[in-house]
């Protein structure tokens, strides 16, 4: 192990990839884990009271939502559209706006909200399905063999 790390911490090249690899799969599977956990949260119909994108940061746009919601009897109130977190230019602010058709909408201003049930006061109008689970898995496992294919 002590070689590996000299050979890393020297700049070798093989060295280099393989701690690449290595984090790329690391935060792969943390993402394969996340995606299947929020894809088996339950949902109900909530309100939704503001949807917009914020352009308040300089140069830097973000999705803006605002919701209430009820489990159990209790309201909640939420501001998250979805676990992947977006910042973008002002050339990409069209993904924010695909992000928004994500949202599954019913009649009038009800959406639905998807919500932990361990905290319930947090949540999200946008969960990984198995698409998107696909779309990681393909990534991690892509980047991974992309790596190593170059030692």
């Not at 192990?1 to 060295?15: E, H, K, P, V």
């Not at 977190?85 to 009800?110: D, P, S, W």
């Amino acid at each position: 192990m002590s070689t590996f790390l000299d050979d890393l911490l020297s700049g070798d090249r093989d060295a280099i990839i393989l701690a690449a690899a290595g984090y790329f799969a690391l935060m792969g599977m943390i993402s394969l884990v996340v995606c299947f956990r929020l894809s088996r949260w339950p949902s109900v119909v909530g309100v939704l009271h503001e949807e917009g994108i914020d352009g308040s940061l300089e140069r830097s746009y973000t999705a803006l939502v605002r919701y209430s919601y009820s489990v159990d009897g209790v309201t909640y109130e939420g501001n998250r559209l979805s676990a992947w977190y977006m910042m973008v230019t002002h050339n990409l602010r069209a993904l924010l706006k695909l992000q928004f058709r994500l949202i599954e909408r019913h009649e009038g201003a009800n959406v639905t909200v998807f919500y932990n049930p361990r905290k319930p006061q947090k949540s999200y109008l946008d969960v990984p399905g198995w698409r998107s689970v696909v779309v990681v898995g393909g990534l991690f496992f892509g980047s991974v063999a992309l790596l190593l294919s170059a030692l």
